[in-house]
C-alpha cells in the first residue's frame, strides 16, 4: 500500500518532470519559431546559437560548454525587442536576462558562462586584434555594454572562477556569424539539453 506521504512525493516527482520537459519544449519552439536575423548581422539569432555550438562541438569542448555556446543569447530570445533597444543606443543586458531565466532550469556550469560572455567581450577587446575582428553591429553593442574593460576590471575578471569557459564561450560567439554554413537543427541538441536539467 502507498503512503500518503510517498504518493505526494511521488506527485511533486511527476510536476517537476513535467515542468522540466515544459521547459526544453519551450526552448525548441523558440529557436524553430524566432526566424529574426541576429542584430545587424547575416544569420538569425537561432542560426548564430547553433553555429556557436557546433564551433565547440568541433573544438571537442565539454558537454556544458557546448550546452552554454548553444543558450548564450537566449536573454535575446525573451526582450520584447533587441534591435529597438539597439536603434534606441540601449543594452537590453540580454546576458543577465538570459542568465537569470535559464538557471532556474540549467547547473551554474551552463549559466555562469553565460552570465558573463559580454563580460569576455569587453575583455577579449582590450587587444586591438580582437577589436578589429569585430563586426560593425559587435563594435556597436561593445559601446553599449560598457565598452572595454579597464586594467581594475579585466583583473577582476580573471579572478572569476568562470572566467575561462566564458572567454571559451565568447571566441565561439564572435566566430558564430557565417551565413554560408549547413547549420544543425535544434533537435540535434534535445538530448543534451534534458541531460543538462537540474
Known amino acids: 500500500m502507498v503512503t ?3 504518493w505526494i512525493e511521488l506527485q511533486l516527482k511527476v510536476i517537476i518532470h513535467n515542468r522540466l ?5 519551450k526552448i525548441i519552439n523558440n529557436f524553430k519559431n524566432n526566424k529574426s536575423l541576429y542584430i545587424g548581422e547575416k544569420v538569425t539569432m537561432s542560426e548564430h546559437m547553433i553555429q556557436s555550438a557546433m564551433l565547440a562541438e568541433k ?3 565539454d558537454d556544458n560548454l557546448i550546452c552554454s555556446c548553444l543558450l548564450h543569447d537566449y536573454g535575446h530570445f525573451l526582450l520584447e525587442n533587441p534591435d529597438e533597444l539597439v ?5 537590453g543586458e540580454h546576458e543577465n536576462v538570459g542568465y537569470q531565466y535559464l538557471k532556474k532550469f540549467f547547473d551554474q556550469k551552463i549559466v555562469e558562462p553565460i552570465k558573463y ?3 569576455a567581450k569587453r575583455y577579449l577587446a582590450r587587444d586591438k586584434k580582437y577589436l578589429n575582428f ?3 553591429a559587435s563594435k556597436i553593442s561593445l559601446k553599449l555594454q560598457g565598452g572595454i574593460l579597464n586594467d581594475q576590471e579585466s583583473k577582476n575578471f580573471e579572478n ?4 575561462k569557459p566564458s572567454i571559451l564561450l565568447r571566441k565561439f560567439d564572435e566566430a558564430a556569424k557565417n551565413p554560408n554554413i549547413k547549420i544543425k537543427s535544434i533537435y540535434d541538441y534535445q538530448k543534451l539539453l534534458n541531460s543538462k536539467l537540474i
Do not use: G, P, R
Request: contains cysteine; hydrophobic residues 45%.
Open 4 to 6: 500518503k506521504e510517498l
Open 21 to 25: 520537459m515544459n521547459i526544453i519544449d
Open 59 to 61: 573544438a571537442k569542448c
Open 87 to 91: 536603434q534606441n543606443n540601449l543594452d
Open 117 to 119: 560572455h559580454v563580460l
Open 134 to 136: 569585430l563586426s560593425v
Open 160 to 163: 572569476n572562477f568562470y572566467f
